[in-house]
Structures are given as structure tokens and as C-alpha cells.
């Protein structure tokens, strides 16, 4: 399974971003997916799953009330929305991939390059 994390950027406090994760060399509709983060000089962190048919989901603390993960099965796609977003947000976000779901990385069986999401004060 290839994975694609994509749109990241630099925005500042308070700004929304739409996070992307494209995956493909597997039926999507089999695979749970995450997100994860890596802030600077921190380990990984969970952020968000979800259930390989898009209907189960579960956020870490931090952010579940700022953003909403989803998946696409016809277009074989993950999102992660993220709004009112802080500078501790500021990481490296990964979507990766597996035929089982958790909070703890080591769930999953699959794993891209991700896209750094920056949160200026």
C-alpha cells in the first residue's frame, strides 16, 4: 500500500486546513486509517481513526473538537479537517494504514511520508 499525505502549509492561528491522504496498491475499502503527528522534538502522537467503511471514529483529546476525520472508499482518500488550529498543532501529519485501527501506531501495518502543517501565533 502506497500512502500520500498532502496539504499542509504554513496558516496561522485560527485557520482551517483540509488534510489529504491518497492511497492506493490495495482495495481501500479494507483498510482503517489514522492520522498521526509529529511535533518537533516529540515523539508521534495519535490524532484521529477511522474504520475501514468510514462509519467509526475516534479523536484524541486535543483535537476532537477541532476536527473531523473522513473517508472516501470511492475515491480511495482520507481526510482530515482541522479548523480553529493552534501553534501546538504545528507538525508532521501522517495518514498511515492497516487492516486493524487503534490509538497506538504500532496498529498499523502501513505507512507514507507525511506533510507539515506550521501554525504561526
Known amino acids: 500500500v502506497q500512502l500520500q499525505a498532502s496539504g499542509g502549509g504554513l496558516v496561522q492561528a485560527g485557520d482551517s486546513l483540509r488534510l489529504s491522504c491518497a492511497a492506493s496498491g490495495r482495495t481501500f475499502s479494507t483498510l482503517a486509517m489514522g492520522w498521526f503527528r509529529r511535533a518537533p522534538g516529540k515523539e508521534r502522537e495519535f490524532v484521529a481513526r477511522i474504520g475501514s467503511s468510514g462509519g467509526s471514529t475516534h479523536y484524541d483529546d486535543s483535537v476532537k473538537d477541532r476536527c473531523t476525520i473522513s473517508k472516501d472508499n470511492s475515491h480511495n482518500t482520507v481526510y482530515l479537517q482541522m479548523n480553529s488550529l493552534k501553534p501546538e498543532d504545528t507538525a508532521v501529519y501522517f495518514c498511515?494504514?492497516?487492516?486493524?485501527?487503534?490509538?497506538?501506531?504500532?496498529?498499523?501495518?502501513?505507512w507514507g511520508q507525511g506533510t507539515l502543517v506550521t501554525v504561526s501565533s
Open positions: 498511515p494504514a492497516g487492516t486493524r485501527t487503534g490509538i497506538r501506531s504500532s496498529r498499523y501495518d502501513y
